[in-house]
C-alpha cells in the first residue's frame, strides 16, 4: 500500500531512560515485550476464552458503555466508529452494558464474519476491574491510572491525544499508523465540537483514501509511520501525533498510560483543545499580515524561538513569564473557563 517510516524498536528499555531520554524528543518508539510478564497477556495468548475468564475473575458488576456499529452490508468492511455520510451522526450507537455480557457476546461473535463491530474504549480500569492493576503492575507507570480498550475487529480512525500515551496490546494484534503533527493540514481533519470520541478525527478513509477529495493525504502517507504489536508489545505515541489504529483479531485488548497533558494529575481547565478554540475566536477575522504579526508574537513568547523573553527582565516582574504557583494558574484559568462555558452554552 505505502511504503512507511519504520519505528525504532527497544527491549528492556528502562523507566528512566523513557522518561528521561526518549519522551523529551517526542517520536514515537516500540517498547517490544513491555508487558510480556502480565498474567493477562499470558491469559490471552492461551484462547479468547481464558483471556474473558481471566477479566471476568477480577469485574466488579459496574456497567461499562459499549459502542456497537452494526453490520452494513455495504460498508461493513470498514467496521469504523466513525461519521455518516453527511457528518449529521455517527455510525454507531453506545449503551450501558455489564463488562461480562458484552465479553460473553464477543466470543459468540468470533466466527460470525457478518456481526457488529463492537468496543469498550477507555474504560477507567480500576473502577471496573478491581485488582487487576495488582496483578498486572507497570513500574513505569506506578501512579497512573490505566485505561482499558476491548473488543473485536474494528478500527479508529486517525486523531490525536493531548498527553503522551503508552499504549499496550494485551489480548489481539493491533495496527498503528501514525502522522506527525506537521502533518495536519494533510489529514483533513474534521470538526472540533462534533467528535465521535472527543477529539478531531481525520476525515479520510486511510484504508480507502480518496485522493481525489482529499488529494494532500498523499504527502501524509508519505510521511506516515506504521508498525504492527503483538500481546505484550507497547507503542509510545507522543503529544498531538495523529494515530490511525486497526484491531486485527476477534477479540483484542489494549491497556494505555496517558500521565501528563490534558491527563496530567493536576491539569485543569481550560483544557489545550479549549485553549485553541478560544485563540481561534480571538483571531479569526485578522487578515494574513496581522496573522503573521501575531505568530512572531507567539514564537517570542510561548515557542521561545529567539531569545529567552524573561532572560532580559528583573525576576520580580515575570508575572506570567515566569514560574506560577498552581493557586495563580488556577485563578488565571479559571477566567477563561466563563468564556469557554459562555461559549458553548450560546
Not at 494485551?170 to 470520541?197: C, H, I, M
Not at 480507502?208 to 507497547?234: C, M
Request: proline letters at 7%.
Amino acid at each position: 500500500m505505502n511504503n512507511f517510516k519504520a519505528i525504532p524498536e527497544y527491549r528492556d528499555l528502562s523507566a528512566k531512560q523513557l522518561f528521561d531520554e526518549v519522551v523529551p524528543e517526542q517520536q514515537p518508539i516500540v517498547l517490544r515485550g513491555f508487558a510480556g510478564d502480565w498474567p493477562m497477556v499470558a491469559a490471552a495468548k492461551k484462547t479468547p476464552n481464558e483471556f474473558k475468564e481471566y477479566l471476568c475473575r477480577h469485574y466488579n458488576g459496574k456497567k461499562v458503555t459499549i459502542s456497537a456499529a452494526p453490520y452494513n452490508e455495504d460498508k461493513c468492511a470498514d467496521k469504523r466508529f466513525f461519521y455518516n455520510d453527511d457528518l449529521s451522526g455517527f455510525t454507531f450507537v453506545s449503551a450501558q452494558e455489564r463488562l461480562d455480557l458484552f465479553l460473553r457476546r464477543l466470543i459468540d461473535l468470533k466466527n460470525e464474519e457478518q456481526g457488529p463491530a463492537l468496543s469498550m474504549q477507555s474504560a477507567l480500569t480500576e473502577s471496573i476491574l478491581p485488582g487487576l492493576l495488582e496483578d498486572n503492575p507497570s513500574d513505569f507507570f506506578p501512579n497512573v491510572k490505566p485505561r482499558l480498550w476491548v473488543g473485536n475487529e474494528g478500527v479508529v480512525d486517525t486523531h490525536y491525544d493531548g498527553t503522551d500515551n503508552i499504549a499496550c496490546v494485551v489480548a489481539g494484534r493491533r495496527r498503528f499508523t501514525l502522522f506527525a503533527p506537521d502533518q495536519t493540514s494533510n489529514l483533513y481533519p474534521g470538526p472540533l465540537e462534533f467528535t465521535p470520541a472527543g477529539v478531531p478525527v481525520s476525515l479520510v478513509n486511510l484504508r480507502k483514501p480518496d485522493f481525489d477529495r482529499y488529494p494532500r493525504f498523499k504527502t501524509a502517507l508519505h510521511n506516515a509511520y506504521h508498525v504492527e504489536l503483538a500481546p505484550g508489545d507497547a507503542l509510545f505515541i507522543p503529544m498531538l501525533w495523529w494515530h490511525h489504529v486497526e484491531s486485527l483479531d476477534k477479540i483484542n485488548g489494549l491497556m494505555n498510560y496517558w500521565w501528563n497533558g490534558s491527563f496530567a494529575e493536576d491539569a485543569t481547565s481550560p483544557n489545550f483543545l479549549d485553549s485553541m478554540k478560544i485563540a481561534i475566536l480571538a483571531m479569526r477575522d485578522l487578515t494574513p499580515k496581522q496573522r503573521d504579526a501575531w505568530r512572531c508574537l507567539f514564537d517570542h513568547y510561548l515557542f521561545k524561538q529567539g531569545v529567552d523573553p524573561v532572560s532580559y527582565i528583573p525576576k520580580h516582574q515575570h508575572h506570567l513569564l515566569g514560574e506560577l504557583s498552581p493557586d495563580y494558574i488556577r485563578v488565571v484559568k479559571d477566567h477563561f473557563v466563563k468564556k469557554i462555558t459562555k461559549i458553548e452554552a450560546y
